[in-house]
């Protein structure tokens, strides 16, 4: 058995195990696409008491390869599959975020929508006003915030056990994902390309900890997998290093975060944080994109899950809300123009949304 | 045994160099230093005679190493041309590119030996990056980044960084030229552009001083480096100072930190970290001594100085305007 495979096995039997005895609802979620991403989310929704019941997909015929042992009724209807669902959670290929999410909006489903929510500010704005005026909760999944390091990083550093935050140098250092040449991934302009896709999650971290940003300078390589160094200026006056890369061999998957401030320094780096080392003679190299050391503390994903179903219930604030959704999209939108021009761009507050 | 004199103790690496240069097999005869209690502190700490002049200094070395501040470079210089005395010189070499160029223009019509002090070249983890960069391991490079940072030199006496800022401005930028020198040497190309940020938020007591900074330099076809040169390591970090670099090319990535050649010693109160690389000023100062010795040009080149000088001003003007600077040489 694959080793990714095995991986939603264990997850999924888990999540039955741990399911609560009779909680108050069980809602049923519809899972948009087939991808990787969707994968992950529907063994992550077998840990929670929400029941992943729905799958669209473009065809009878789209291959969904792992997401068949989960049982969940396939459609390929929006409007129906819709009309079974109680939450829309969004896996989608970037460029059609957009489109899915207006239709749960319009349904009024609440929805979860994976990173980034679109690849245009302007864009987001609209989608986010759609969701407020129809007041339906949208959640964009910016599954660093609930990782366990990146959490604990924060609550930290917003503790002030370093003093005021001055320099953030957060990497995030990867393979290329692996993708036939013909997906939307391999496409930036529905992918939105290294920025968008793999460095948004250090652009919301960094806004998260060292709060709004005034000017975005970056630089993306030319040639290569893709590799690219953003400068941040926070209004606080503290200074980012983001650095993403897809330039190295799979199976390399490595996080970096540290946090100088006025008293001190604060990070790790996931070369050294893995509870669990495993060498076996006979490899498994079907991982087809880095997602890091998830299994062996709480998994990020199923916190995130589980943190929206506290949010319906009136338990959780939203902790990523659709403001910070759509900051993350104006600072990748920045470094990409950053990096055609050569010259730093300056952002103007957000209008109070 | 070359003898060697210290002109100025102002770079907070003068104490490492001396060491180094003892180590490397150098008689240390004296130091002088415009700043006469600075100066006798220094010489005391470290066992080294104080000279009353440079000139009485210059009398008696076969070379000199220069820590003075970057301003009074030139004065130095010239006096050790005047003397016909073979120069390693510390950090910028001059306070402009103009200065610079003069310094230079004047050690080779000297034909003295002028030779900027990049001990990070000498560094085995960096020599491989670079061999492996040069036999193409990497393929095609597009991107560097590194940091070259340290503890804010507060400590007595060398506290000149520190409690008298110079007149150019923010010296945290001067260790810049390190990783710069180095990211030209591996890439074998000039710098064009550069990009600086930086802040005050450690060390706000410090009296007008930028404390951290991030520095973007641009290379021929869209390649760039990162260079993070913030005096921002707490007290208690076990290191005083340290560099590390990483280059990424289509063909892998490297990463080479020489901190990370250490025990780890824990005791009551802290972590300390027990060094045990090669220690890469020593080699530096054996390429110097043995230039001295055999009178000929040192493999780091008066004109690689130049270059990292440039990159160091330009991120320097970049920090204060907030716009890239165009290092291109008309």
Known sequence: MPLARCLWAILSVRAKQTLGSGGMNHPRVGIIGSGFMAAVHAAAWGATQAEFSALLTRSDRSVVGDLDMFLADRYTDLRGFLKAIDIVDICAPTHLHAEFARAAAAAGKPTICEKPLVLSSVEGKALIDVFEAADIPLFVAHVLRFGAPYSTLRAAVTAGCVGVPAVLRLSRLSFAPKRNAGSWFADPAKSGGIEFDLMIHDLDYARWVAGDVVSVYSKSARSGHGHAIIILTHESGAVSHIEGSWANPAPVFRELAEITGSDGVIGFCSDDTSALTVRLHRGDADSTTGLGDIALAANPFEVELRHFLDVLDGTAELLVTSEDALEAVRLAEAARESSRTGLPVQLERPKSI | ?330
Not at chain 2, 297 to 321: E, F, K, N
């Open chain 2, 1 to 330: 045994m070359s003898r060697i004199g210290l002109l100025g103790t102002a770079d907070p690496s003068a104490e490492t160099y001396m060491r180094a240069l003892r180590c490397a097999g150098a008689d240390v005869v004296g130091l002088f230093d415009g700043d006469v209690e600075r100066g006798a502190q220094v010489g005391r700490l470290n066992g080294v005679r104080v000279l009353p002049t440079a000139e009485s200094l210059l009398d008696e070395v076969d070379a000199v190493l220069i820590c003075a501040e970057t301003l009074h470079h030139r004065g130095m210089v010239e006096l050790a041309c005047a003397a016909g005395s073979a120069i390693l010189c510390g950090g910028l070499l001059g306070v402009s590119v103009a200065d610079s160029k003069f310094i230079v223009d004047l050690c080779r019509q000297q034909g003295v030996a002028l030779m900027p002090a990049f001990p990070l070249r000498f560094d085995p983890a960096a020599q491989r990056i670079r061999d492996l960069v040069a036999i193409g391991d990497l393929g095609v490079v597009c991107a560097l980044s590194g940091v070259n940072r340290s503890v804010m030199p507060h400590r007595s006496p060398m506290a000149g960084l520190v409690d008298r800022p110079q007149p150019e401005g923010d010296t945290m930028i001067d260790q810049v030229v390190h990783l710069a020198d180095a990211y030209s040497w591996i890439l074998r190309a000039d710098p064009e552009e550069v990009y600086a940020v930086g802040n005050q938020i450690v060390h706000p007591e410090v009296t007008g001083l930028k404390t951290s900074g991030l520095v973007i330099v641009s290379y021929p076809d869209g390649v760039f480096g990162s260079i993070d040169c913030s005096f921002n390591r707490p007290a208690a970090y076990p290191a005083r100072s340290g560099w590390a670099l990483s280059v990424v090319g289509d063909g892998g990535t490297a990463d080479a930190e020489p901190l990370k050649q250490h025990l780890t010693q824990f005791g009551a109160m802290r972590v300390s970290w027990v060094p045990w690389r090669a220690d890469a000023h020593v080699l530096m100062m054996r390429e110097f001594l043995a230039c001295v010795s055999e009178k000929r040009p040192p493999c780091v080149t008066d004109g690689d100085g130049v270059r990292a000088t440039r990159v160091a001003l330009g991120a320097r003007q970049s920090l204060g305007s907030g716009v890239p600077v165009s290092l291109s040489v008309r």
